[in-house]
């Protein structure tokens, strides 16, 4: 299995990247679904190259849109071993982007929206040397109970929630953050006030400036 960087943004800057941000779509989109917010983020990071993949799988439910893992059998176990197979390939692809760029973890970042957040974490957390940071929008944290045993890197990491989301409970947001906290990361959470499941510009300002701080640029 295969992924192509299919939606992307050059830096803006004109220049060679100094960054580079992954943004993960939600379960039954696609990477054209969130590659605009690099146009409000590259006014943070000029020199940052944005792509937004495809998740490997087409989606169960929508055959136009894509997955990271199946969401039939939302048991916790099956949930945790979809993301391990979708992480698998998600860092081969990640390791093909940075060679390709000439640049290293530290210089990577990842956004991610519901499962594309839930995605992210699971790849940060056991992805060395650490990446640069982790903003997650409306997700939540898979396999919490085997962080103990699995985890390896603690990057920053910015969560996002709002807390009218009908989909993915805002509890997760909590839940999350507590967790992570536990395991030794640098957390900050942020509700965004009667916001369902989605993204707003407030959110994406904040998105912004906690990845220009976290790649010192």
């Not at 992954?22 to 190259?49: E, S, T, V």
């Amino acid at each position: 299995m295969k992924m192509t960087p299919t939606a992307y943004r050059k830096p803006a800057s004109g220049g060679k990247a100094k960054q580079l941000v992954l943004i993960l779509h939600g379960w039954g989109a696609d990477g054209a679904n969130l590659i605009d917010l690099a146009d409000i983020l590259a006014r943070a990071l000029p020199d940052a190259y944005f792509i937004a993949p495809n998740a490997p799988f087409v989606c169960e439910v929508n055959p136009y849109g894509f997955q990271w893992f199946s969401l039939m059998d939302r048991h916790p176990q099956h949930m945790l071993d979809g993301t391990r197979k979708a992480v698998e390939i998600l860092n081969g692809f990640v390791d093909e982007q940075l060679a390709e760029l000439g640049l290293d973890n530290s210089k990577l970042a990842l956004v991610g929206f519901s499962q594309g957040t839930m995605t992210a974490l699971h790849l940060a957390l056991r992805r060395t040397p650490p990446i640069a940071s982790v903003v997650g929008f409306s997700g939540a944290l898979i396999g919490a109970d085997v962080l103990a045993k699995e985890i390896v890197a603690r990057p920053p990491v910015c969560l996002i929630h709002g807390n009218s989301d009908d989909v993915v409970p805002y509890s997760s947001l909590a839940h999350a953050t507590d967790a992570l906290k536990n395991h030794g990361l640098n957390v900050v959470p942020h509700t965004r006030q009667f916001l369902g499941h989605s993204i707003d510009l407030e959110g994406i300002t904040i998105a912004a400036e906690f990845l220009k701080d976290n790649f010192g640029a």
